[in-house]
């Protein structure tokens, strides 16, 4: 099997372009054309509608675009493992994980990771809950730095606990107050982060019955901050999340407390790739020195004995 062919084509798919697929191949666009050109003859249909504009993958193309992901993964799986066992370390590995955490955690792990394995690539992805654990589902990322939820069905390491908190204008009657009580909630003007679909804020309201007003719903947190400065309204949110801003608001933990467990999330810690494994304990090792004065770390999972 000449699995270029599915290099090439997942790359176009993953980027929306010949040009920048030939850049992350290190082909030209022209050879990236000619191997998609080749795949679609043996598969006896086309699998990129190609325009102006760039390139995406047709209905069949999106129906095996996931098999000619696993086969590419597990081509640079072997790899990677023949290098191991020549005493190298190559590879690359894609994180899903929440900007939060990609901005306060990932930098510190990642620069640690490299001065450790300089030829292995790291590519970051950031969202929200739901799209990686698409990416996960997908194979397009190795691993996810999120919050658990009992639903995963990945094999999960648990990182640290992270506080969930009331985000609120300084002008709020509570601002100052040691706790805010979480069924005030449903009186606020309450500003929805994550695209509405936060599952660690959603989830805190759905465990107290709350059905709060939606003020407003945003994509970015810095969006939800910078309008409950504005004493627009207020949100519930988990405290690492506004780290890394310089808003001027009040951060009142909740009562009764809840918090968020932060870990990394793997769909097989038996079949990972080894420069996945790597990235795993490099950074289990190294947020595990670095303690953080807004978390508190810990070896607790639901789910611990998950590790296949």
């Known amino acids: 099997m000449d699995t270029s062919r599915y290099r090439a084509f997942v790359q176009a798919a993953d980027r929306g372009s010949l040009s920048k697929a030939a850049k992350a191949l290190n082909y030209t666009p022209s050879g990236v054309s000619q191997l ?6 043996d598969l006896g249909f086309s699998v990129l509608e190609r325009s102006p504009h760039g390139v995406h993958p047709t209905s ?3 129906r095996i675009l996931p098999a000619a992901r696993a086969v590419t993964q597990e081509e640079e799986r072997l790899l ?5 066992i020549k005493g190298l370390a190559i590879g690359e590995v894609t994180i899903g994980s929440y900007p939060s955490v990609a901005a306060h955690w ?8 490299r001065e450790r ?5 790291v590519r970051i992805m950031e969202g929200i809950h739901q799209e990686i654990t698409a990416w996960l589902d997908s194979k397009e990322a190795d691993i996810g730095f999120m919050s658990y939820e009992p639903t995963l069905t990945y094999d999960w390491i648990p990182l640290a606990r992270d506080p969930m908190v009331a985000a609120l204008p300084l002008t709020h009657p509570l601002a100052k107050e040691e ?9 606020e003007a309450f500003i929805m982060p994550g695209k509405g679909q936060d599952i660690d804020t959603t989830g805190v309201l759905s465990r107290h019955g709350l059905n709060p007003n939606i003020a407003y719903e945003t994509i970015e947190t810095v969006a939800t901050l910078g309008m409950i400065e504005a004493g627009m309204g207020m949100t519930i949110i988990n405290s690492l999340a506004v ?11 909740i009562e009764p407390p809840e918090s968020i467990l932060f870990g990394i999330a793997t769909p097989s810690l038996k079949t990972c790739a080894p420069a996945t494994r790597h990235f795993i304990d490099c ?4 947020l595990e020195e670095q303690a953080d004065p807004f978390l508190y770390f810990t070896r607790e999972s639901p789910r611990s004995s998950t590790i296949r």
């Open 36 to 41: 998609i050109t080749a795949l679609e003859r």
């Open 60 to 62: 069949e193309g999106s």
């Open 80 to 84: 990677q493992m023949s290098s191991e």
């Open 106 to 113: 990932l930098p510190g792990v990642i620069k640690a990771f």
């Open 117 to 121: 394995y300089p030829n292995i690539e």
């Open 179 to 187: 706790f805010y009580p979480i069924e005030e909630c449903a009186n």
């Open 243 to 253: 780290q890394k801003y310089n808003f001027d608001l009040a951060l009142v933990p």
């Open 283 to 286: 950074a289990v090792a190294h």
